[in-house]
C-alpha cells in the first residue's frame, strides 16, 4: 500500500499475477490479494474505491480501452461477490496509454495488463 498526493491509498498489487494478454478475467493468483481486500473494506464501510484497469500494448486503442474497463469491472464484480456494496466502487479504463513497464518484454507486457486499486476516505 502507497500513499498518493491526494491523500488516497493505492493498493500495489503485483500486475504480472494479473490478466492474460487480451483477457479481463481475473488470474487466480490475484484472488486470494482481492479477497484479503475485500476484508479490509467490509470492515472500514465509509471508504470509497477508484479502480483502473490497464491492458499492455498489444492490440489497437478500439480492443485495449473497453478491455482496460472490462478489467476494471470484473475486479468489481469480484469485490461486490465478497460483500462490498456496488456504490462505493467507481472504474475506469485507461487502455495502454499509461505503461509501467516496457511493452517490448514479455514480462514488461505483463506488468502492464493490470488494475490499479485507490482507497479514499470520503471528505468531512
Avoid at 487466480?28 to 475485500?38: C, E, G, K, V
Avoid at 473494506?41 to 474505491?49: A, E, F, G, K, S
Avoid at 483502473?52 to 461477490?81: E, F, K, M, Q
Amino acid at each position: 500500500v502507497s500513499q498518493t498526493a491526494d491523500n488516497q491509498l493505492k493498493l500495489d498489487i503485483p500486475s504480472d499475477v494479473s490478466f492474460d494478454t487480451g483477457r479481463h478475467e481475473i488470474k487466480s493468483n490475484l484472488r486470494p490479494i482481492l479477497d484479503r481486500f475485500a476484508t479490509t473494506l467490509n470492515q472500514n464501510p465509509v471508504t470509497t474505491v477508484t479502480i483502473i484497469g490497464h491492458t499492455d500494448s498489444t492490440g489497437s486503442d478500439a480492443i485495449n480501452n473497453p478491455l482496460s474497463v472490462n478489467r476494471a469491472a470484473s475486479t468489481r464484480d469480484y469485490l461486490v461477490a465478497r460483500g462490498v456494496a456496488t456504490n462505493r466502487i467507481a472504474i475506469d479504463g485507461r487502455g495502454s496509454r499509461e505503461p509501467i513497464a516496457d511493452n517490448n518484454t514479455v514480462g514488461g507486457r505483463a506488468k502492464n495488463r493490470r488494475v490499479e486499486i485507490f482507497v479514499a476516505e470520503p471528505a468531512r
